[in-house]
Nanobody, 122 residues
């Protein structure tokens, strides 16, 4: 069982930066690949980024590639999403999730956090 709690969301102007954190409980955190997803009002949830259990591989949605960076610290049971050059279209609730293995499909993920709101003003 893994419990996930996101933090770091907030209001930022376009062009600004935020760093989201996702703290996991449980001693098996390092066994899971981790992902970030987001959902804007009236839209479906979409994949943002994912990282393997070791942190050796990452993958990003085209919409955030070059602006967002996913990383993890297994000693701290935490995964991060550094978001730079934010745009109004990045406004959404951001969720972290855990998966056995690696995937960009939300349906493959087993555990989800409650989400943190990110709002980017123009």
């Amino acid at each position: 069982q893994v419990q996930l709690v996101e933090s770091g969301g907030g209001l930022v102007q376009a062009g600004g930066s935020l760093r989201l954190a996702c703290a996991a409980s449980g001693r098996t955190f390092s066994r899971y690949g981790m992902g970030w997803f987001r959902q804007a009002p009236g839209k479906e949830r979409e994949f943002v980024a994912t990282i393997t259990w070791s942190g050796s591989s990452t993958y990003y949605a085209d919409s955030v590639k070059g602006r967002f960076t996913i990383s993890r610290d297994n000693a701290k049971n935490t995964v991060y999403l550094q978001m730079n050059s934010l745009k109004p279209e990045d406004t959404a609730v951001y969720y972290c999730a855990a998966v056995v293995g690696w995937s960009i499909r939300g349906s493959d993920y087993h555990y989800w956090g409650q989400g943190t709101q990110v709002t980017v003003s123009s």
